[in-house]
């Protein structure tokens, strides 16, 4: 596996134009894919061709820095949703979002996988930034007594990520799913919070049963 380094410090505008890069390749990789014309890229960064190569070499280089912008995202978003909301709340917010940034990952996959070794770090970091923080809003929302104590962030990571579609053909069903597995971590648990009926949104029912009444179910 390739060593990471610790990355040099970067000036105040040179970390602008890198910010600006990796927003905008980020919105073009989703739109087109990670072998968009480099000039798409450019042009909505606003930026010449030379300021991306300086930063970016490689077109590797700069998918693996969209992929750690993406990655930094979603696992920072987990504890604002545990300020905010309750533990089981907190934590199906989290799924979802997680689930949103694989459905908008899904052509990076063949990217990822090519065997280039500017991605041989990503999978340990993609572990390391969401484990800690999945495992921190599963102890919560155990603690709080609201799902059972002996759920695995590795295996949820997993189980979420096998069941999200590509946000271009999912109908509700990576939302649908993410509440089935909110439901099946309660199962067990020594209580289920001060409204025994809330489902993973925090309604009522939530998306489970919402999907069970329009089955007929």
């Not at 798409?40 to 590797?60: D, K």
């Not at 104590?149 to 509700?172: E, F, H, I, S, Y």
Request: a positive charge; glycine letters at 10%.
């Amino acid at each position: 596996m390739k060593e990471e380094r610790p990355p040099r410090p970067v000036r105040a505008d040179a970390r602008r134009s890198i910010d600006t890069l990796l927003a905008a390749a980020a919105e073009v990789f989703a739109a087109s894919g990670v072998d968009a014309p480099v000039r798409e890229i450019t042009a909505r960064a606003g930026v010449g061709a030379g300021t991306l190569y300086r930063h970016f070499p490689q077109r590797s280089d700069l998918i693996a820095a969209v992929f750690r912008r993406e990655v930094d995202a979603c696992a920072a978003a987990a504890p604002a949703l545990a300020d905010r909301y309750e533990p089981v709340e907190a934590l199906a917010r989290w799924l979802r979002r997680f689930a949103a940034f694989i459905g908008t990952k899904r052509g990076l996959s063949a990217a990822l996988h090519s065997g280039d070794p500017a991605y041989d770090s990503l999978p340990g970091y993609f572990q390391r930034r969401f484990e800690p923080v999945l495992g921190g809003l599963l102890e919560a929302a155990a603690r709080a007594g609201h799902i059972r104590a002996d759920a695995d962030p590795d295996d949820l990571l997993r189980a979420v990520a096998n069941l999200t579609l590509p946000v271009q053909r999912d109908d509700g069903h990576t939302e649908r799913m993410i509440a089935l597995l909110i439901d099946g971590l309660r199962y067990g648990a020594p209580g289920d919070g001060p409204d025994r009926g809330a489902g993973p949104t925090g309604r009522t029912g939530g998306p489970a049963s919402a999907a069970r009444t329009r089955r007929g179910g």
